[in-house]
């Protein structure tokens, strides 16, 4: 089992920019693609943004593209989610995720279930 620490949350203006990052332990980091997920008050938890184990792939839904960069550091078992322009409409609970198989170099998972362990979240509120 991995544990997942996310930090960096917090209240700003649309407009605006936040980093988010996510601190893992308890796995070999490498091995293992990362994604970012957030859930709105009375909504599903939806998928941001992932990246592959060795952070050459990167994929994005479409709410957030152009807006938000995921990356990864192996060496300080950390992925991050810079989130620029932020808007209203991404106030939400976010959440940090590793899979739980080792995929392919380049292999970038976006399906929840694909997901195995999960932080415990950090809050994101974009005021209007």
């Known amino acids: 089992q991995v544990q997942l620490v996310e930090s960096g949350g917090g209240l700003v203006q649309a407009g605006g920019s936040l980093r988010l990052s996510c601190a893992a332990s308890g796995r070999t980091f490498s091995r293992y693609g990362m994604g970012w997920f957030r859930q709105a008050p009375g909504k599903e938890r939806e998928f941001v943004a992932a990246i592959s184990r060795g952070g050459g792939s990167t994929y994005y839904s479409d709410s957030v593209k152009g807006r938000f960069t995921i990356s990864r550091d192996n060496d300080k078992n950390t992925v991050y989610l810079q989130m620029n322009s932020l808007k209203p409409e991404d106030t939400a609970v976010y959440y940090c995720?590793?899979?739980?198989?080792?995929?392919?170099?380049?292999?970038?998972?976006?399906?929840?279930?694909?997901?195995?362990?999960w932080g415990q979240g950090t809050q994101v509120t974009v005021s209007s």
């Open positions: 995720a590793v899979t739980g198989s080792v995929g392919s170099k380049g292999y970038v998972a976006t399906l929840r279930y694909e997901y195995d362990d």
